[in-house]
């Protein structure tokens, strides 16, 4: 028997089996209305509402709907009434500016498009067929009780559309499939042992790789869902403690966020030996991974993948035969990205050392761009960009990143993207923008600048010249002026010997 994977399978689950438990505790704090506690069966019912008011504006299976949003329940609900019923959702970076979001819109050909309230102005020149508020329920949601009409599941359709930064200024679309969010989520949940018993915190951007994975993974087995809309490291104490909560997906950032809070806590840390929070993109250094399990009584848990594999490649968690070691020599042993996840396989390209990757989990392809599709799956592997290598346990360590894509507070930003930016300023002659160490984001941006003969420019100058044309994130936190940058015979800059003096003496180099 064949039964077709689908992203409402997790979502007819929690109804079916959990439907008067409460699935989402909705942020309080937000400018739409909060809609407060939820039990799974009024998150089947949104999702309902939701699908029969895309029927009613003849949005058909297919064709995309874009969101750009803070965390939210309208934002979460949004994947079971939007992709679940055939349609593919688009979330969208809400740090990102206009131009950018624009461009994603048009790119994906989005129909509709939901946005925060918060960023409802500053967005008001990106248009939509559709373009509606979250909060305005009457505009997003059909009648109670309406009908949709019913999809037959496609697991090799598209259920998302996730833009990541590449090697150029223009993000591409990432599609994933059903197949591929339904492999990641039973995955991701097996290898953390995901239960109903179970509390996650959205320490996470829902809009990043579809949240990893975990708003499937935890409706799936009937978990409890804490919204939390913007990071702030004392708040996600006082979450943690008020809700119960067991486990976070999380970047480096957030880490020291909560450790700084931990320092100012009053009172036993909440969570001690309950709670598991995992982490990906530039790994933090051993000192965070001991303090993380040390002063706060986490269990860390160190990830690698790409919006591309859904995420989830490798998984590196505490292991018995590692409960004798320090809690330095087990953080140095966690900082590594980890053992191929179930039914992942990795190999490493003998010619360039790059990471290859072979599993259901990788994308469909890129949407509207055959070439670079073609340039990343070919071979029969998914080519990661990374550069890295296997040991003799098989856990794989990224030691550079062949893509010129910087990953700072779990945001990828590409360096091309960045430099095009500093080059239109008039006084900038050359410019080279590496990733560099950060004990706070992991790493950090760093322009490498030469400055036209006669001209004038500071290092806030040139930050602040970005930050007016790009996302915020995307800007440098330091400049360093050169007199020449130091290029090939051919007249190629190599950047790997413009960080390496940065990153000398560290076990990674992935700037």
Same mark, same amino acid.
């Given at each position: 028997m064949?039964?077709?994977?689908?992203?409402?399978?997790?979502?007819?689950?929690?109804?079916?089996?959990?439907?008067?438990?409460v699935?989402?505790?909705?942020?309080?704090?937000?400018?739409?209305?909060?809609?407060?506690?939820?039990?799974? +069966?009024?998150?089947?019912?949104?999702?309902?509402?939701?699908?029969?008011?895309?029927?009613?504006?003849?949005?058909a299976?297919?064709?995309?709907?874009?969101?750009?949003?803070?965390?939210?329940?309208?934002?979460?609900?949004?994947?079971?009434?939007?992709?679940?019923?055939?349609?593919?959702?688009?979330?969208?970076?809400?740090?990102?500016?206009?131009?950018?979001?624009?461009?994603?819109?048009?790119q994906?050909?989005?129909?509709?498009?939901?946005?925060?309230?918060?960023?409802?102005?500053?967005?008001?020149?990106?248009?939509?067929?559709?373009?509606?508020?979250?909060?305005?329920?009457?505009?997003?949601y059909?009648?109670?009780?309406?009908?949709?009409?019913?999809?037959?599941?496609?697991?090799?359709?598209t259920?998302?559309?996730?833009?990541?930064?590449?090697?150029?200024?223009?993000?591409?679309?990432?599609?994933?499939?059903?197949?591929?969010?339904?492999?990641?989520a039973?995955?991701?949940?097996?290898?953390?042992?995901?239960?109903?018993?179970?509390?996650?915190?959205?320490?996470?951007?829902?809009?990043? $790789?579809?949240?990893?994975?975990?708003?499937?993974?935890?409706?799936?087995?009937?978990?409890?869902?804490?919204?939390?809309?913007k990071?702030?490291?004392?708040?996600?104490?006082?979450?943690?403690?008020?809700?119960?909560?067991?486990?976070?997906?999380?970047?480096?950032?957030?880490?020291?966020?909560?450790?700084?809070?931990?320092?100012?806590?009053?009172?036993?840390?909440?969570?001690?030996?309950?709670?598991?929070?995992?982490v990906?993109?530039?790994?933090?250094?051993?000192?965070?991974?001991?303090?993380?399990?040390?002063?706060?009584?986490?269990?860390?848990?160190?990830?690698?993948?790409?919006?591309?594999?859904?995420?989830?490649?490798?998984?590196?968690?505490?292991?018995?035969?590692?409960?004798?070691?320090?809690?330095?020599?087990? $953080?140095?042993?966690?900082?590594?990205?980890?053992?191929?996840?179930?039914?992942?396989?990795?190999?490493?390209?003998?010619?360039?050392?790059?990471?290859?990757a072979?599993?259901?989990?990788?994308?469909?392809?890129?949407?509207?761009?055959?070439?670079?599709?073609?340039?990343?799956?070919?071979?029969?592997?998914?080519?990661?960009?990374?550069?890295?290598?296997?040991?003799?346990?098989?856990?794989?360590?990224?030691?550079?990143?062949?893509?010129?894509?910087?990953?700072?507070?779990?945001?990828?930003?590409?360096?091309?993207e960045?430099?095009?930016?500093?080059?239109?300023h008039?006084?900038v002659?050359?410019?080279?923008?590496?990733?560099?160490?950060?004990?706070?984001?992991?790493?950090?941006?760093?322009?490498?600048?030469?400055?036209?003969?006669?001209?004038?420019?500071?290092?806030?100058?040139?930050?602040?010249?970005?930050?007016?044309?790009? $996302?915020?994130?995307?800007?440098?936190?330091?400049?360093?002026?050169?007199?020449?940058?130091?290029?090939? +015979?051919?007249?190629?800059?190599?950047?790997?010997?413009?960080?390496?003096?940065?990153?000398?003496g560290?076990?990674?180099?992935?700037?």
């Amino acid at each position: 028997m064949f039964v077709p994977f689908s992203v409402s399978d997790f979502i007819d689950r929690a109804v079916a089996v959990y439907g008067q438990r409460v699935g989402v505790v909705d942020e309080p704090d937000q400018p739409a209305p909060s809609q407060g506690e939820l039990t799974y +069966a009024q998150v089947g019912e949104l999702a309902k509402r939701q699908a029969a008011r895309l029927d009613e504006l003849g949005i058909a299976p297919g064709e995309r709907v874009a969101i750009v949003s803070h965390n939210s329940a309208r934002f979460l609900t949004s994947f079971f009434g939007v992709s679940g019923y055939g349609r593919v959702l688009v979330p969208i970076n809400f740090r990102l500016r206009p131009s950018e979001v624009q461009y994603i819109v048009q790119q994906s050909g989005a129909r509709m498009l939901l946005v925060d309230p918060e960023i409802d102005a500053e967005l008001a020149d990106v248009e939509a067929e559709f373009r509606y508020v979250l909060g305005d329920d009457d505009a997003i949601y059909a009648a109670p009780g309406s009908e949709p009409v019913p999809w037959t599941p496609d697991e090799n359709a598209t259920a998302t559309i996730n833009y990541t930064s590449g090697t150029t200024a223009m993000p591409k679309g990432v599609q994933l499939t059903h197949r591929n969010i339904w492999t990641n989520a039973a995955t991701f949940g097996l290898h953390l042992g995901v239960s109903d018993r179970d509390v996650y915190l959205h320490t996470l951007p829902t809009f990043h $790789a579809n949240g990893w994975g975990m708003p499937f993974t935890l409706t799936g087995v009937g978990g409890k869902h804490v919204v939390l809309r913007k990071v702030d490291g004392a708040e996600i104490l006082r979450r943690v403690e008020e809700h119960g909560v067991t486990v976070m997906c999380a970047a480096p950032a957030v880490c020291s966020a909560v450790l700084s809070a931990a320092a100012e806590w009053d009172g036993e840390i909440p969570g001690r030996d309950r709670v598991r929070i995992i982490v990906a993109g530039a790994p933090p250094p051993t000192a965070t991974v001991a303090a993380i399990e040390e002063k706060l009584g986490w269990e860390f848990i160190q990830i690698y993948g790409l919006t591309e594999t859904s995420p989830l490649l490798t998984v590196n968690r505490r292991r018995s035969e590692w409960d004798d070691l320090t809690p330095e020599e087990r $953080a140095g042993k966690l900082v590594r990205a980890g053992a191929p996840a179930l039914g992942v396989t990795l190999d490493i390209n003998p010619t360039d050392g790059e990471v290859l990757a072979r599993s259901n989990v990788v994308l469909e392809g890129y949407w509207n761009k055959p070439e670079e599709t073609s340039a990343a799956l070919r071979d029969g592997w998914f080519h990661t960009g990374d550069g890295g290598s296997i040991d003799d346990e098989g856990y794989l360590t990224i030691s550079d990143r062949k893509k010129d894509v910087i990953i700072t507070g779990g945001e990828n930003v590409s360096s091309i993207e960045v430099e095009d930016v500093l080059f239109s300023h008039p006084a900038v002659s050359e410019v080279a923008v590496i990733g560099v160490p950060s004990e706070k984001w992991g790493e950090t941006i760093k322009a490498l600048v030469v400055l036209t003969p006669g001209t004038e420019a500071t290092e806030a100058d040139l930050i602040s010249w970005c930050k007016e044309r790009a $996302a915020g994130y995307k800007a440098p936190t330091s400049v360093e002026f050169r007199d020449e940058l130091a290029r090939t +015979a051919t007249g190629k800059l190599q950047k790997f010997k413009l960080r390496e003096p940065y990153w000398k003496g560290m076990s990674k180099n992935v700037g």
